[in-house]
């Protein structure tokens, strides 16, 4: 593994750091507490739906073939959990796009030094919500596409035997994708562009994205990662020259 595969820890842990600071906590407390009755939300139905999306997912064997079940059964077990991860994600980052925005934008100036946007206030979150949510939507229209192949592979018997493995890789690339866009899009950087410049720094990215993606996958810690990984991301960015790049 690449050596600059290893810098995408120490960003996520600078993010956590950072969102501790008295400046900041401002633009991490109302995103956090919409993502924790969200994710009370979505607990509850999974709870109540786990086994039965499982079992829904899981291909017929014959008589003679049934013993593969209990094989089978923990790797659809990680691809149910798979799914609704991503569900939550992306529903979280959705409401909590206009905040995630504001809150990269102030992680930038912390990190540079110097602060050259307006102070806070609720007119300029209010302006950034169309563009924000813009994009996030323009995050939804890559990742459908993609995910639904990745669903109906997992619905193909035989095949679906390599959906969790696609699902993470998917996963991983996915997480780079969804936070560094936040600093880009606050220096107007076109989404074919960004894309360009993640695959740029491709080992970067992915483990950015791997060490993002273990974090949020733990139940509660996912909560308070969410903000972290805005703001690890946006040191990301500024580190590896994102705004350099663009001559800015």
Known sequence: MPTQALSGPGYLAAGLRLI?????????????TINLLLFIGLSVLAFQQFGYWVDALMPGLPGWLSFLEYLLWPLFVVLVLLILFFGFTLLANLIAAPFNGFLAEKVEAVVRGRDDAPPFSGGELLAMIPRTLGRELRKLGYFLPRALGLLVLSLIPGLNLIAAPLWLLFGVWMMAVQYIDYPADNHKMG???MLAWLRAKRWQSLGFGAVTYAALLVPGLNILLMPAAVAGATVFWVREDGATRLGR
């Open 191 to 193: 989404w074919d562009e």
């Open 20 to 32: 501790l600071r008295p400046g900041l906590r401002l633009f991490v407390l109302l995103p956090l």
